[in-house]
């Protein structure tokens, strides 16, 4: 019966749901071999990394659940200059890291748009080298912008872009965002996102106050509507300058299991994307990120961002790597993914097969 439901074409909300609420040890356990069994068939088993640098905790946004909203005045605030950037950057590539991702809170200015697009392309002239040709492979992850501002980055080099959905739920969202931020809007701008050539990357988080097992099942169904390209999502965890510390958080160990259960059915429905182990992961537990790499995802992100800023870009309670540096988690990290019989694939920006096949399949008509 369970067997049938792991090997479907095409998936209800209702089967998505039962997928998501397994908790029985050998249920899981079929759950998980399904997905490992499907990301070897589609893509294999190879893990890519990003080197992730947070340049910016400066945000407009004031997300009632993010540690670095606007209204937080506890926190901070830092912007990396240009050259801490794309030496960071430089740094990955001479360790074989391949991508990049650039973090920051949300800005829409034009200072910020031109200061983005001009570290992106000295990031990718000064990152080429024989193993990489084309210099680091560069994911943005800036929030919402306009379609113009997308092209404007994309055209100075960037090409997949991460931005997260964090509900499909309507009303889920209102009570998560100030009413000036609309779902909709999010929704356009991941089709501006895909208009403007990028592999597409979305999310959301698991486990929010209100949230359903039905809410994330079509949450799922949306990342297959979409044709989305990448996934990165991970648990909601409280931080406790924000309004919604006054609610409460699920269980550590439902909320991992619910966790790497979304990360195994989007490997199941999606098939050929990338999918992220996200840090906050590794808040649940120290292995956090090990575990979701054993359920399906193929993808991480060792932290960059220079130490001394680190702790300023703590977006939920307990966030891990707040004070090593670049170096130790470039060990700690390899030690994880071999712990789980992975390696890494160094010197590639590791893109999206679903790209790959989704533009050549829109050439062909
Ligand atoms: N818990 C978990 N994830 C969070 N994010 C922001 N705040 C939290 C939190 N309290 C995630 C959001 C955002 C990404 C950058 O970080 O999903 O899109
Ligand atoms: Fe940063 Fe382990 S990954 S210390």
New binding site residues.
């Given amino acids: 019966m369970l067997k049938e439901l792991l090997y479907k074409e095409n998936y209800s909300v209702s089967e998505i749901e039962t997928l998501l609420s397994l908790k029985d040890e050998e249920d899981i356990k079929q759950l998980q071999d399904r997905a490992n069994e499907m990301l070897n068939q589609s893509i294999g088993d190879s893990v890519y990394y990003r080197g992730i640098v947070e340049f910016s905790n400066i945000c407009s946004l004031d997300?009632y659940?993010?540690?670095?909203r606007k209204s937080n005045g506890e926190v901070g605030r830092y912007a990396l200059s240009k050259d801490d950037i794309i030496s960071s950057a430089k740094w990955c590539a001479d360790q074989g890291y391949g991508s990049v991702v650039l973090?920051s809170g949300e800005r829409s200015d034009e200072n910020f748009v031109n200061f983005v697009e001009e570290v992106i392309r000295e990031i990718k002239k000064e990152t080429i080298s024989e193993k990489l040709p084309r210099g680091v492979g560069i994911t943005l992850?800036v929030g919402e912008h306009s379609k113009e501002v997308y092209s404007r980055f994309f055209k100075a080099g960037a090409h997949r872009y991460?931005?997260?959905i964090?509900t499909t739920n309507e009303e889920l969202y209102r009570e998560l965002h100030p009413e000036s931020q609309e779902l909709n809007e999010r929704k356009e701008c991941l089709s501006f996102l895909r208009q403007s050539g990028f592999q597409v990357g979305t999310?959301?988080?698991i486990g929010i106050p209100g949230q359903t097992i039905e809410m994330l099942a079509r949450d799922v169904l949306f990342f297959k509507e979409q044709d989305i390209d990448m996934i990165?999502?991970?648990?909601?965890?409280?931080?406790n300058q924000?309004p919604?510390a006054e609610k409460s958080q699920m269980d550590k160990d439902p909320l991992l299991q619910l966790s790497l259960n979304m990360i195994a059915v989007c490997r199941i429905v999606l098939k050929d994307i990338n999918i992220a182990a996200?840090t906050?992961l590794q808040?649940v537990v120290p292995d956090g990120r090990e575990r979701g790499l054993s359920y399906g995802a193929n993808v991480t992100m060792p932290n960059i961002t220079p130490t001394e800023v680190r702790s300023s870009y703590k977006?939920?309670?307990g966030k891990p790597c707040m004070d090593e540096g670049r170096q130790e988690c470039k060990s700690c990290l390899l030690g994880r993914v071999h712990s789980i019989g992975r390696d890494v694939a160094f010197d590639q920006w590791g893109d999206s097969k679903h790209f790959a096949l989704r533009t050549s399949r829109t050439e062909n008509f």
Wanted: proline content about 3%; aromatic content about 10%.
């Fill in positions: 997300c659940y993010c540690g670095i973090q992850s991460l931005l997260r964090e999310g959301v988080m990165g999502m991970g648990p909601y965890l409280v931080h924000t919604m996200t906050a808040a977006l939920y309670e």
